[in-house]
């Protein structure tokens, strides 16, 4: 059974940074994209950085691009999204998702969220 727990979400000010983390476990992830989605209140869930697990390959949502960085660590089986420079619109819930295969199309297994609020 796949799980999926995010960690690192709070309160940090506009230009501040932080640190989302992702414990996964359950299965051996190698042929697996792991990816960063968000959903600010009131709006739909949209994807902010996907990872494949073997590769590394990455994608980027252009509002995200220069600002977070994702990366994974394979011995602890966690994938970290690194978020600078922050802004109020990057206010949201942050899930963690794993699928399948490359970083496109539909995720599987979910966590259950991490708050990220920004404030002006």
């Known amino acids: 059974q796949v799980q999926l727990v995010e960690s690192g979400g709070g309160l940090v000010q506009a230009g501040g940074s932080l640190r989302l983390s992702c414990a996964a476990s359950?299965?051996?992830?190698?042929?697996?994209?792991m990816g960063w989605f968000r959903q600010p209140p009131g709006k739909e869930r949209e994807i902010v950085a996907a990872i494949t697990w073997r590769g590394g390959s990455t994608v980027y949502a252009d509002s995200v691009k220069g600002r977070f960085t994702i990366s994974r660590d394979i011995a602890k089986n966690t994938v970290s999204l690194q978020m600078n420079s922050l802004k109020p619109e990057d206010t949201a819930v942050y899930y963690c998702a794993a699928k399948y295969g490359g970083t496109y199309g539909e995720y599987d297994y979910w966590g259950q969220g991490t708050q990220v609020t920004v404030s002006s």
């Open positions: 359950g299965r051996t992830f190698s042929s697996y994209a």
